[in-house]
């Protein structure tokens, strides 16, 4: 694994989408340009959030997910055996219309707003996932990469849509083998080229303990039955191991959050990382990228069990709010966290992309480029500290 | 030096622009606006508890009540397609305003809500009140090629030329006759 400066600065994932992307994403989704065209209008989007992201001082970059739809309905393109369906079209479906339509009506978004890539047939690989990501990303940036991948469970809860998807794999978990296979195969050809960074996004993690009275959420189009959450939290834990059994070299995290759909933070989920950390401890991978500005977070408190055997990655502005935090804040912040957790083990980051759904920008360009300028300086800051701390420490010893 | 206009699509949104402004324009012709102006009809047939059958032309919907009021639920209710009536007439209206503009609509929704004044008066259970919504909201959500301001004029059109929303917020007089057998 790539060595770190003290406190690296990295992002989620996702950058602000640019209109002409999302005009051509549009298009794109509406065949009337290839998948050729749409990348040529893509490389220029990232050019451009790669830009910002270096001149913010980022240490580890992506390239802001501008190729993506969303975080994981982008797969559609990369896999065949799947197609991109919005909630509106996967109502006719549904067995419990009602109950959904109370979903989007705490989430306050339309049906046509959510799309989820459904599995309809077995799936076949075409050209990896990510692969033009990284190859696009390593002739254009010296900077440590990182690329973020939807997680095992993520992919094969939100996937798999029965009345569709039982046609091609009788079982939920059956698709969770070829999910699973087919991530494995991405992560061992991402690491042949050089990524110093994958984070695994398991944002489902959240509705399931925390979004207790939906059996259907936006970030899956079905979780089909109401299951225990601590049953679903255990089958997660085992997707995640036996994606990424026996892989080293390079750092895995997975990136839990409580929603980043809407501005609204009274639409989000609240509630502390206690209930979902024994099983996070579980997870065989290095980092946990969570959220932890916004109240909804809950308390710092709940990591002091677990201090040090991980990583974190520290949410520490965000990415849906106009106001910049300061450096000063974002310090303080820090500061709570390595009061008991070894800052070696400390990632900045904000809590979410700035853009995790395409056409719901949740903040401006200029925005996020200013919050990631904070938390460089504020990292900056922290060196020095820390830096000097461990000085005066040597010394005395 | 002026770009040159773009010309009309033959189809946007579903439909013909040129018929849909022709369709428009006849309108004017007294016999045209007779005709488009009523009667206008429904047959409600009855069919077994508070199940019933709306016949419209040649279309048939037939319309139940919740279970928990003893209903057999295999359709939906009369007040709740009274918001699905009001929530399609601004759809119509709003598809109609934007494609006579030329703006194509990629999505669009309409989420309505409503709650009853007192619909103990409906129960039998008080001789007084508003058995009816105290009020209807209509959210639109819409991904169209035009900005929020054109956007939000069209919504505006929508709701003030739709029959079915103005019908309901003018409060339309409905006599109640009896035919007797």
């Given at each position: 694994m790539t060595q770190q400066q003290l406190f690296p600065v990295t992002v989620v994932g996702s950058w602000p989408r640019p209109p002409y992307l999302i005009q051509a994403l549009r298009r794109r989704q509406a065949g009337e340009i290839t998948f050729e065209e749409f990348q040529k209008v893509a490389d220029q989007a990232v050019l451009e959030a790669l830009r910002l992201q270096e001149e913010a001082g980022v240490d580890i970059v992506t390239d802001?997910?501008?190729?993506?739809?969303n975080f994981y309905s982008f797969v559609v393109e990369k896999l065949g055996g799947m197609k991109l369906m919005k909630v509106s079209q996967l109502m006719d479906y549904m067995k419990d219309r009602a109950r959904y339509e109370e979903v989007l009506r705490a989430l306050d978004v339309?049906?046509?707003?959510i799309k989820s890539p459904i599995v309809v047939e077995r799936l076949t690989e075409k050209n990896g996932l990510a692969l033009d990501e990284m190859d696009f990303l390593k002739k254009n940036t010296k900077r440590q990469i990182k690329i973020p991948l939807p997680g095992p469970y993520m992919l094969t809860r939100a996937a798999y849509f029965e009345g569709l998807s039982d046609k091609a794999y009788a079982t939920p978990e059956e698709l969770a083998a070829d999910v699973i296979k087919i991530l494995r195969k991405e992560i061992l050809a991402l690491k042949a080229r050089g990524v110093d960074f994958i984070q695994l996004d398991e944002p489902t993690l959240s509705q399931i303990i925390y979004g207790a009275?939906?059996?259907?959420t936006f970030m899956c189009a079905a979780l089909p039955n109401r299951r225990d959450p601590m049953e679903e939290l255990s089958l997660a834990v085992k997707w995640m191991n036996e994606t990424v059994a026996?892989?080293?070299?390079v750092r895995f995290g997975v990136h839990v959050c409580?929603?980043?759909?809407?501005?609204?933070?009274?639409?989000l989920l609240k509630g502390n990382y206690g209930p979902m950390l024994p099983h996070l401890m579980e997870?065989?991978?290095?980092q946990l990228v969570l959220e932890?500005?916004?109240?909804?977070?809950?308390?710092?408190?709940?990591?002091k069990e677990y201090r040090n055997e991980k990583e974190i990655g520290f949410?520490?502005?965000?990415?849906?709010?106009d106001a910049i935090e300061t450096p000063e804040e974002i310090v303080a912040r820090v500061r709570k966290l390595a009061a008991f957790y070894d800052p070696e083990k400390i990632f900045l980051n904000p809590?979410?992309?700035?853009?995790?759904f395409a056409e719901r920008n949740v903040n401006t360009a200029e925005v996020a480029t200013q919050k990631m300028r904070s938390i460089a300086k504020a990292a900056t800051q922290l060196r020095a500290d820390f830096k000097n701390t461990r000085s005066e420490s040597a010394h005395s010893n | 030096m002026g770009q040159e206009a773009q010309p009309a699509p033959e189809k946007l949104n579903g439909l013909h622009p040129k018929k849909i402004e022709e369709i428009m324009i006849s309108m004017n012709q007294p016999e045209v606006l007779k005709e488009v102006s009523g009667p206008w009809k429904s047959r409600i047939v009855w069919q077994d508890g508070f199940r019933v059958k709306a016949y419209m032309r040649n279309h048939a919907v037939e319309m139940d009540e919740p279970g928990?009021?003893?209903?057999?639920?295999k359709a939906a209710s009369a007040h709740e397609q009274l918001l699905s009536a009001v929530g399609s007439c601004l759809a119509v209206g709003f598809v109609l305003n934007a494609t006579r503009r030329g703006i194509r609509i990629h999505d669009m929704e309409i989420a309505l809500e409503a709650h009853f004044d007192n619909i103990l008066k409906w129960a039998g259970q008080?001789?007084?009140?508003?058995?009816?919504?105290r009020g209807i909201t209509a959210k639109l959500f819409v991904k169209a090629d035009a900005d929020e301001a054109t956007l939000r004029e069209l919504w505006k059109l929508a709701y003030e030329g739709s029959p079915v929303t103005q019908s309901v917020v003018r409060g339309t007089p409905v006599t109640a006759e009896f035919g007797a057998l």
């Open positions: 802001g997910e501008q190729r993506r739809d339309p049906a046509f707003a009275e939906s059996t259907e026996g892989i080293d070299g409580r929603g980043n759909w809407s501005r609204r933070e009274e639409v997870m065989n991978i290095d932890f500005a916004t109240p909804r977070a809950g308390e710092l408190e709940v990591f949410g520490v502005v965000n990415p849906r709010t809590d979410c992309g700035f853009g995790t | 928990a009021l003893d209903a057999s639920d008080c001789d007084t009140g508003n058995p009816g919504y």
